[in-house]
């Protein structure tokens, strides 16, 4: 389908949307631009992932020999009317690459990035995407090794196929047709597999601008359109059949009739795969404070051993002279040192390499945030020297728990649960010393203690504060 902003016209003149906002949302598709530019994806997300890309898709990691298996069998399943040998190696560069930023592989993720690759677009391009996808839109929990998500998102399914198609639910579960049977190719694939592959590219359109339970729905329409021609199919029948009925079915009359189906009523924000995400993850695992993977393998090791320095640093620029590369790469420098405990390194990021200690990740998280859980009071005690904004607020995920979601490094630290903090929790309620890191006295507090009136940071009175220079850019005050 070559022109998509007319495909969604069509569907805005057919359709009474249920919701004002998925009616906005979809009219953002009527838009004439560029591929992407219709979609919802932040622009620091993209800043960020567009230099990682080039850091990680090319080297090796534990997962490339799993993804050069599945890249030459992909593309013959789309039955294009083209040689796609020549994408063969773009393919694997942007699965490696998502291989390593998820700290993952599983098939099916082969199929999804081919898609975008297919439809004209960049590896850069994909990669950002499908990353997004899998980080945002919660894609990633379909493809982790419990089968617990996965399980109760099918179940789900099942509940809503006998709801909105009770006969043919019946009839396929009487002959013994699972979901199973179909559903995990659909959802693992994103339709890529069993339906033309303009569904895909609808399917991912609407999920990209916002829409809810878009697989889910989508699902059941199919399911609708082909509903007569599955009836009275025997389970033999069905699975030789049942893939290529589904096929035949039109995405525009499939689009229409999902948009037609509401969202799960119970689902709430981010919809049943955000749902599911939280029921079926435990909350540390749904709280996106996992190790970075995002840079090549040298600076990672370098950074993860406590090892980086100058020589390694102005070695790794000269080979790339983009800027805004180095100031991206900076800031993952300062991640990385930043969770695994490593002052030097988080000192030199911030001193030397010039990284930001207020720069969000794609999830909004600062350093601070990241100090805070790991409970690490030196480089609580640095970041704050060094300008961390106390206030600033991050964790944008849906699929985590709501009482942690956008919250200040503060705030983090009061409600945190999962882990001990209490020596960084001493950092922030000013119990210590910026600089030396003593405990204050309890008795006359003030014969000890000395606030800056710029910054309002506590320092020991005769010893530390005069070696205190507020950043240029300090926020005021632990609280």
Known sequence: ?????????????????????????????TETKVDGDQWSIPDTFVRIHRHVYNEISTP??????????????????????????????ALHRVLNAISEAEDGYCQGMNFIAAVFLVQGFSEEDAYIVFLYLLKHKHLSQVFKDSSMFLNEYLGQFQQQFSLYLPDLADRL??????????????FTTIFSCSSKLDLTRAVLDMMLVGIQDVMFRVGLALLKNVESQVMDLQFEDLLRHFKSIVKQADTYQVVLDALAIPP???AAAGGVLAKTARRSSKPWVA?????????????????????????????????????EAHVVVANEVLHYAVWHGHV?????????????????????????????VRNHPDLVRLLLIQGADVHARGGNSIAMPRSLQMKSPVELANMWIYSDIEAVGLVLEGKVCLHCNVKFPLLLPFLAIKQCPDCLYMYCRQHCVDHHRCAPSVPTGYL
């Open 60 to 89: 090796s990691n534990k997962y490339t020999d799993h993804v050069a298996r599945d890249v030459p069998r992909t593309f013959v399943l789309f039955e294009l009317p083209y040689d796609t040998l020549p994408m063969q190696p």
């Open 287 to 323: 709280w996106p404070y996992a190790r970075h993977r995002t840079l090549g393998p040298v600076l990672a090791r370098a950074c993860e051993m406590g090892t980086l320095n100058q020589r390694q640093w102005e070695t790794w620029k000269a080979l790339h002279v983009d800027s």
């Open 173 to 186: 579960e009487s002959c013994g047709f699972s979901v199973y049977l179909y559903g995990v190719e659909w």
């Open 264 to 266: 799960h009523a119970e």
């Open 1 to 29: 389908m070559s022109n998509w902003s007319v495909f969604w016209r069509n569907v805005v003149r057919r359709i009474n949307f249920l919701d004002d906002d998925e009616r906005r949302q979809i009219i953002k598709l």
């Open 344 to 372: 030097h390194v988080a000192a030199f990021a911030i001193q030397t390499a010039k990284a930001d200690p207020n720069a969000g990740d794609d999830f909004d998280l600062r350093p601070l945030h990241f100090a805070i």
